[in-house]
């Protein structure tokens, strides 16, 4: 049976979200305010699509999936798709918004409903590497996701405030605030990124992975930042952000134990080092179709969650992905417990 | 107004030492061995049944 999905927002992840939809054979319907830029959309998907000048009071009837790619808050959206009783696939990065959008989780639930929160690049791609690493250890003890480049300009402007925003780490089983654009480190990413200095900041992806890894002692996120991202951040953006940035990636740390070598005897403390180098708009579009065919299928069980915890085996996600021009690359070669902090 | 030039002074003090704390250095030393290689289709093969985009 044809998938039939609405795209809200078609920014440049939403334009790629609508994009890999239709390339799977979904009866996809453009949703945005302006009739100009859907014009754009539906000749830039190559696919007929439906299109409706509008916002999330305007969705059609019979969806499977609705998938929000709009900027501001997607709680509202979501609850009103959730009583309809279609799947809700979120990009939102923003923590405010993804703590919102986690709270519809009994809704979405007792109406047998998913809910994908964070289906981005980071969070999202960053869950997808995070659960498969995992999947390599017997047991995982920290998470450490980093993050580099932007997609739209509503990405921009996000990644903007996020190194002004306090960040939110999880250590020991408890939130730790700690001050945006602290903590340096030097992160290597996949080629062609190489290195970037990377910092703490209002990111979202601790809130979605802690409830995947029940006993885990830390989690944080960081994001690259250019020194004058940093010496300007407090100030408005000085100038106004290219509609898509370059090449990005997503790197993410797992550490915790392998079995032990005989039996009986000590755990091996280990870690699995994986990321993803791919525009962050692509990435970001391609994470939210593959979510959005598996939701609106009903192959994910219900409730408000990330992927880390939605995709229960995350190799064939990451795959499909590859597939759709975001290969999954894995760092080894080197002793992981002296990698990073 | 002699306060005022001073205070002034120790302001732009101030906004230059937070500059030069803020930019300098980097976060770390780049590893030193080891490297990035892509995950083979085969350690992406499903273990539990079809995948999220399977017909």
Known sequence: ?341 | MQALRRAVVALIVAVGAMVVVRLRGTGGTPPRRGGWRQLDPDELAPTSGAGPTDG
Request: net charge neutral; hydrophobic share 50%; charged share 20%.
């Open chain 1, 1 to 341: 049976m044809t998938l039939r999905a609405a795209v809200v927002g078609l920014g440049a992840v939403g334009t790629r979200a609508a994009r890999q939809l239709a390339a799977a054979g979904a009866a996809v319907t453009l949703v945005h305010p302006s009739a100009p830029r859907l014009a754009f959309v539906r000749h830039e998907v190559g696919a007929p699509t439906d299109a409706v000048v509008g916002g999330i009071d305007d969705l059609p009837d019979g969806l499977d999936v609705v998938v929000l790619c709009h900027p501001g808050d997607h709680r509202g959206a979501a609850e009103r798709a959730v009583e309809r009783e279609v799947a809700v696939v979120s990009v939102a990065d923003d923590p405010a918004v993804v703590r919102r959008l986690l709270d519809v989780h009994d809704e979405a639930a007792a109406r047998g409903v998913t809910v994908v929160v964070g289906a981005a690049m980071a969070p999202g791609l960053g869950c997808l590497l995070a659960r498969w690493a995992a999947d390599r250890l017997a047991a995982v003890t920290e998470v450490h996701v980093a993050s580099v480049g932007t997609g739209g300009p509503a990405c921009a402007r996000r990644h903007h405030r996020a190194l002004t925003e306090p960040a939110l780490d999880h250590i020991d089983g408890a939130w730790v605030q700690r001050p945006g654009s602290s903590g340096r480190e030097l992160v290597w990413f996949p080629e062609p990124l190489g290195g970037a200095d990377c910092y703490r900041g209002g990111l979202a992806d601790p809130l979605v992975l802690v409830p995947a890894f029940p006993g885990v002692r830390r989690v944080t996120a960081r994001v690259a930042a250019t020194r004058r991202d940093r010496l300007t951040s407090w100030l408005p953006m000085l100038r106004p952000p290219h509609p898509e940035g370059l090449v990005g990636g997503v790197r993410v740390e797992v550490r915790g134990f392998r079995p032990p070598a005989r039996p009986g005897g000590p755990p091996v403390a280990d870690a699995v080092v994986v990321g993803a180098s791919a525009p962050p708009a692509i990435a970001a579009g391609a994470v939210a179709a593959t979510a959005a065919i598996a939701a609106g299928s009903h192959r994910l069980p219900a409730g408000a969650a990330g992927l880390a915890v939605l995709a229960d085996d995350p190799g064939p996600w990451l795959a499909d992905l590859g597939r759709r021009g975001v290969p999954a690359w894995l760092f080894e070669g080197a002793d992981a417990r002296r990698l990073g902090t």
